[in-house]
C-alpha cells in the first residue's frame, strides 16, 4: 500500500499505477487545482509543490516538478500544496501577501508555482542574496507581469523573516513522526497492468532487478517523466529508487565515492568544497525543481550526447560501479558510453556509485553554451582537468557533450595539450587540434560550425581565466578567428 501525507491528510492508496503522476492526483484525483498544468515537462514551475521526506531520519522540504513526479515515488512523504498555506483564518501567507503588495502577478498562472517555489527558498534559505532568489526562481517562466517584481516580493518576504512561526516548522515533528512510521519495507503497487515497486534498500532493489531485469528504473523521474507525459510510453514495471538512502551518500577519502542516488541538490556542498570553480556550470543544470529531483546516476544511465555531468565527471577521472544482484563490476566512465543510444548496461545491472579521484593540484573548469542561461540544456558542454608543474602540461584530460553521439574525450586536444607548455599558444593549438576529434551535426540547437567553435573557444576560455588577465573572455566568430 502507498502512503503519504498530502498537506494534513494521510492518504493510502492500494491502487496505484507506475505511471501515474502527482499532478494528476492532486488536480483530478483531490480537486487541489491550485497547483496549475502549463507544460507538463519540467521547465515552466506551474506545477509546483513542496516535498517533505526524511533523509538519513532527518525532514528535508524542496519544490519539484508535480507534473513529472510519479505519485508511487511519494510513499512516505509529504507533499505540501498551495492550498495548505493559507491561514486558519484564511488569510494570504507571508509569501502569497509580498507578491500582492509587489504587484507581482497578472493573469496569475503562474503565480502559485512562484509562491511554492518563494516558499521554499524562505523556509531553507532565510537568508538567500540575490543570486539564491534568482537561481531559486531558475524553475519558474512568467509570461506576463516580469520578473523585477516578482524577485521584489522575493526580497522583502525574506526581510520579513518569521520561519519559525510557520506551519510546517511548527509541525517539524509531528510530521517526522509521522513519515518515519511509513518507512520499511517493499511497497509494491498497481493500476492493472501498469506496475510500481519501491525495493526496501539497494540490497532488495538489487534482488528486483535480478526478478525483473528488463524493468525501468525510475530515480529522479525527470527523463523518464517526459517518457510518460510527452511520448506516452509505458513504464510498467517501474521499479523506483529515489527514496533510497543507500544511494544518496556521498563519501570523501582517497578518493570521492557518489552514489547515484544523489540528486544535484545534494551535491552541492561536494561541488561547492572540492570543485568551487564549477560550481556556477553546476547551477545552470535545470531549474531548482530539477535540481531537486534529478540524480547523478539518471544523468549517466540516460547515455543522453548532451548529458551535462558526463563531460565533467570524464573530465575528472571517473569510474563507475556498476551491480548485477550481489556482483559488482567497476569501469572507467568514458567506456559506459558505447554508441548513440547504447551503454554497456546489462539488463538486471545498475548504476550504484560514480567514483572520483581527488582533484590535487589540479586546474578544473566545466563550460555549457546553450540558447537560454538557465533551465537548458546545452548544445555543446565540456570539462577540463589539467595538471601543470614547472610551467609544462603533465596531464590533460578533456571531455565534450554535444559534439559526438556520446559523451566524448578530445584524444588529439588533449595530446596537444599533454607536455607542452603552460601557454595561450598551446591552448590555442589545442582548439585548432579539437577540430580533428569531432565531426559534431547541425540540429535546432546549433549548426555543425557553430559547435565547432565554441568547442575551440572553450579552449581559449580556460586559458584566459587561468592566466588570470584581465581581458574580458570574448567568442571567435562561427567563420573562425
Ligand atoms: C526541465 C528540465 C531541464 C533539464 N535540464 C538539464 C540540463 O540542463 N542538463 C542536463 O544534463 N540534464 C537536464 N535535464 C535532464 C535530466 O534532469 C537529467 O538527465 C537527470 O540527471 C536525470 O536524472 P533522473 O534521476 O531524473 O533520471 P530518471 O529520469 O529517473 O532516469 C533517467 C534514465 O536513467 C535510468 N536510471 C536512473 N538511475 C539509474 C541507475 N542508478 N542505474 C541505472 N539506470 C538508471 C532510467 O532508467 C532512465 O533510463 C533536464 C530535464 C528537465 C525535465
Ligand atoms: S507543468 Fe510546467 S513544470 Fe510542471
Ligand atoms: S502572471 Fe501571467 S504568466 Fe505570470
Not at 568551487?276 to 531537486?292: A, C, K, L, M, T
Amino acid at each position: 500500500m502507498l502512503q503519504f501525507l498530502l498537506n494534513d491528510d494521510e492518504i493510502r492508496l492500494t491502487e496505484c499505477g507506475a505511471s501515474d503522476t502527482l499532478l494528476d492526483f492532486l488536480r483530478i484525483g483531490r480537486r487541489l487545482t491550485g497547483t496549475k498544468e502549463g507544460c507538463a515537462e519540467g521547465d515552466c514551475g506551474a506545477c509546483t509543490v513542496m516535498l517533505g521526506r526524511l533523509h538519513d531520519g532527518r525532514l528535508v522540504y524542496e519544490p519539484v516538478n508535480a507534473c513529472i513526479r510519479f505519485l508511487a515515488s511519494c510513499h512516505g512523504c509529504h507533499v505540501v500544496t498551495v492550498e495548505h498555506l493559507r491561514d486558519p483564518d484564511g488569510g494570504l501567507h507571508a509569501v502569497q501577501r509580498a507578491m500582492v503588495d509587489h504587484h507581482a502577478s497578472q493573469c496569475g498562472f503562474c503565480t502559485p508555482g512562484f509562491v511554492m517555489a518563494l516558499y521554499g527558498l524562505w523556509m531553507t534559505n532565510p537568508d538567500a542574496d540575490m543570486t539564491a532568489i534568482e537561481t531559486a526562481l531558475q524553475g519558474n517562466l512568467c509570461r506576463c507581469t516580469g520578473y523585477a517584481p516578482i524577485v521584489r516580493a522575493a526580497q522583502a518576504v525574506l526581510a520579513a523573516g518569521g520561519q519559525a512561526g510557520d506551519r510546517i516548522a511548527r509541525e517539524r515533528d509531528e510530521v517526522t513522526a509521522r513519515l518515519a512510521a511509513m518507512q520499511g519495507g517493499r511497497v509494491e503497487v498497481a493500476r492493472g497492468d501498469d506496475r510500481a515497486i519501491l525495493p526496501a534498500d539497494v540490497d532488495d532493489l538489487a534482488a528486483v532487478l535480478v526478478e525483473h531485469p528488463d524493468a525501468t528504473i525510475v530515480a529522479g523521474a525527470t527523463d523518464v517523466g517526459l517518457w510518460v507525459t510527452k511520448f506516452l510510453r509505458p513504464i510498467s514495471p517501474a521499479v523506483f529508487i529515489g527514496h533510497l538512502d543507500g544511494l544518496k551518500r556521498i563519501d570523501v577519502g582517497d578518493d570521492i565515492r557518489i552514489g547515484a542516488g544523489v540528486t544535484y541538490t545534494e551535491a552541492v556542498p561536494l561541488i561547492e568544497s572540492e570543485f568551487p570553480e564549477v560550481s556556477d556550470y553546476w547551477h545552470r543544470i535545470g531549474g531548482w525543481q530539477v535540481r531537486n529531483m534529478g540524480t547523478i546516476g539518471g544523468n549517466i544511465a540516460n547515455g543522453s550526447p548532451i548529458g551535462e555531468s558526463p563531460p565533467l565527471m570524464i573530465a575528472l577521472g571517473a569510474r563507475l560501479v556498476l551491480r548485477h544482484g550481489d556482483t559488482r563490476r567497476e569501469i572507467a566512465l568514458e567506456d559506459f558510453f558505447i554508441a548513440y543510444g547504447q551503454q554497456d548496461r546489462r539488463p538486471g545491472e545498475f548504476v550504484e556509485t560514480v567514483i572520483l579521484p581527488r582533484r590535487g593540484n589540479a586546474l578544473v573548469a566545466a563550460y555549457k553554451i546553450s540558447k537560454r542561461q538557465s533551465a537548458d540544456i546545452s548544445a555543446v558542454a565540456a570539462g577540463f582537468r589539467i595538471e601543470v608543474a614547472g610551467g609544462v602540461i603533465t596531464s590533460a584530460r578533456v571531455a565534450f557533450g554535444g559534439m559526438a553521439g556520446t559523451p566524448k574525450r578530445a584524444a588529439a586536444a588533449e595530446a596537444a595539450l599533454t607536455g607542452a607548455p603552460f601557454s595561450a599558444e598551446t591552448f590555442a593549438a589545442a582548439g585548432e587540434a579539437v577540430q580533428d576529434d569531432f565531426q559534431p551535426l547541425g540540429d535546432w540547437r546549433a549548426s555543425a560550425d557553430y559547435r565547432r567553435a565554441i568547442a575551440r573557444n572553450f579552449f581559449r576560455r580556460f586559458w584566459l581565466e587561468q592566466a588570470g588577465g584581465d581581458q574580458p573572455v570574448r567568442l571567435a566568430r562561427v567563420a573562425g578567428d
